[in-house]
Structures are given as structure tokens and as C-alpha cells.
């Protein structure tokens, strides 16, 4: 079956860092994408990792190792504008399609 | 550039009545995706047309259909509407079938009572 998981919700505080996790189980894999959603808004595209490795980019990185089927979000410097859902979706090989997790919440604290 | 439209915002209709949603991609993408969202459930795979065929469909009953016009618009028809089909419909465009970045419409919220 095709299973992603990212915890529900987390809580950080302003100016610090925070890593949001997702793993996965899905019969294929092409890429794997984060994507932000604030509350009443579509979805904003982040990052997407094919290869295994840290893509850095500005305050937020993303990590893949398709070997352990995990994935990491990495936001630094927390700015209050960076409360909102972190949603996790694996590509897969075969038509593209994109599988979803559940999204994390996350909350910035002052 | 304007973004993806999504039409109407809001909708309210009651069970077994059905519904049309519409959907303009960015100009230039072929591709347009449908997903529904609901709390604590993740995006759900609906649908994904690419030059007026349809190439994927997700796990939905045959209430839940689409079409995409010459023009990339994409329209989406649910039929005998239930009340778990509340839910945030979200309509996402990309270049190519296979393009990696969608951009998202800001999604049509369906109130079924």
C-alpha cells in the first residue's frame, strides 16, 4: 500500500530551528515534494528531491534518502510568517502521480 | 502572469444535488490536477487531464468526473452529492504532464448539507 507519514503538529520557537520529518512507503518513487500551506491558502511549492542528499535553499533545506524511504524539511532563522501546514508528497514512478501525507502543523511561538 | 482561478470560491448545496467546478490554469500549462482536501486527510488524488485527456485518475466513486477543454480550462462534476463530500477542491497547473513544480488554485470550498 502507499503510505506517507509527517507528524500532525509541532511547535517552535521564533528564531530558532526546526526539522519536520516524513517517511513513506509507496509501490514506486520518482521524487519526493514539500509544499507550505497557510491556513485558507492553496499550497506554495518548496522543494522537490530526486536525489539522495540536502538541497539547500535560503532559511529552509530539504533532505531524501530513498534507501530509508525518509525525507526532512529544515526551516531556520523561524520567522513568525512561517506558521502554517508542511506537506510532504511522494512522485511516484510510474504516472507521476503525487501521493500526499497529511501535512504537519507547525506554530511559531514569540 | 496571473495564477490559476478557481470558480466559485464557496458553495453550499445540499445532498443529491450535484456540482460543477472550474478551473483556469496559468497561461501556457496543459496540465491541470485535482485534489480534494479535508482536515486531518491530506490531499486526495482526484484527477489529472493533459491536453483534453484525462492520464490519471485517483481512488473516487463515478460520481466524481472531469473534463479539460482545447483551451487547458478544466471543469470538475460531482453527481448526487454526499455530505462527506464537504471538502476544499484544489486545482493545481503545471507546463508539462510531467513538470515538477504545480502551482495551486486557491481552491473551491464545498459545503454539503
Known amino acids: 500500500g502507499q503510505n506517507i507519514d509527517q507528524p500532525t503538529e509541532m511547535t517552535a520557537t521564533e528564531g530558532a530551528i526546526v526539522q519536520i520529518n516524513c517517511t513513506y512507503q509507496?509501490?514506486?518513487?520518482?521524487?519526493l515534494f514539500w509544499y507550505q500551506q497557510h491556513a485558507g491558502e492553496a499550497p506554495t511549492f518548496l522543494s522537490y528531491?530526486?536525489l539522495d542528499g540536502l538541497e539547500e535553499k535560503g532559511r529552509f533545506s530539504s533532505f531524501l534518502s530513498r534507501s530509508k524511504g525518509y525525507s526532512y524539511l529544515l526551516l531556520k532563522e523561524l520567522q513568525m510568517k512561517d506558521s502554517a501546514s508542511y506537506l510532504c508528497?511522494?512522485?511516484?514512478?510510474?504516472?507521476?502521480?503525487?501521493?500526499w501525507g497529511a501535512g504537519t502543523k507547525l506554530i511559531i511561538k514569540p | 502572469k496571473a495564477g490559476v482561478t478557481q470558480t466559485p470560491r464557496y458553495l453550499i448545496k445540499t445532498r443529491g444535488q450535484q456540482v460543477t467546478l472550474s478551473c483556469s490554469p496559468i497561461?501556457?500549462?496543459?496540465?491541470v490536477s485535482w485534489y480534494q482536501q479535508t482536515p486531518g486527510q491530506g490531499l486526495q488524488f482526484l484527477f489529472e487531464?493533459?491536453?483534453?485527456?484525462?492520464?490519471n485518475k485517483g481512488n473516487f466513486p463515478g460520481r466524481f468526473s472531469g473534463r479539460q477543454f482545447s483551451n487547458s480550462r478544466s471543469e470538475m462534476n460531482v453527481s448526487t452529492l454526499e455530505l462527506g463530500d464537504s471538502a476544499l477542491y484544489l486545482c493545481?497547473?503545471?507546463?508539462?504532464?510531467?513538470?515538477?513544480?504545480?502551482?495551486f488554485g486557491p481552491g473551491t470550498r464545498l459545503t454539503v448539507t
Open positions: 493545481a497547473s503545471s507546463l508539462e504532464r510531467d513538470s515538477y513544480e504545480q502551482y
Open positions: 497561461s501556457g500549462h496543459r496540465s
Open positions: 487531464y493533459f491536453s483534453e485527456t484525462q492520464r
Open positions: 509507496t509501490s514506486g518513487f520518482n521524487g
Open positions: 528531491n530526486v
Open positions: 508528497a511522494v512522485e511516484q514512478d510510474s504516472n507521476y502521480q503525487l501521493i
